[in-house]
């Protein structure tokens, strides 16, 4: 009779938890589900994922993603412009063109580049035949403003050298001072000034008996 009792319990209890509507008041206190007795089936929901999710630790990929963002914000907001004013100087302006000199004119130090190539300034400079060179905008830019004119660079040359030249002169009188001190046996060393022979006190050399 026991058996049969266990077997009928059993049965309401699977009946009840799978109405979903009333359940059997247990410990979970939710409708539709019953507690959980040996034996009964419990459903399980994945939410729409193709099995079991996991709850997975890993480390956190704010900081990477906020520089990838800021690192592509600066790209673009530096990027952009000077794209635009390139492509607008390149379009607009163009290529350096080869043009005469005009008679009395003396072209300006920035007006012989053609490109952003300082060390061919001399070369270019000694042509048997006078042309003056229209040159990119850019590179006429920064040799006007940025650069120094050739005729500076060379003074400043000329000024190291002369430094150079007077600093081996002095290392010279430096090594043919030290010889001679050397050889005479003399130098700029420490010594007592001798004091003056008015005042050296004699009166005890004229009275030696008192």
Known sequence: ???VLRAAAAWAARRAGGTGTTGIAGTTGITGIAPRLPGTLVPVRHSGG????MFIIKATSFY????LKLLRFYLYLTGIPVAVVLTYINLFIGEAELA?????YVPDHWEYYKTFVPSEMPSMLKQNFEMLLITHPISRWIARYLLDPPEKNYEKELA???MEARKREVRLLELEARRLM??????PWYHYETPDKNL???SM????DN
């Open 205 to 208: 050399k004229s009275t030696p």
């Open 200 to 202: 050296v006190d004699n």
């Open 182 to 187: 050397r050889h005479r046996g003399d130098g």
């Open 64 to 67: 990477d993603s906020r520089f």
């Open 100 to 104: 005469e000199i005009p008679e009395g």
């Open 50 to 53: 193709h099995g079991k999710r």
């Open 1 to 3: 009779m026991s058996r």
């Open 160 to 162: 190291l050298i002369d």
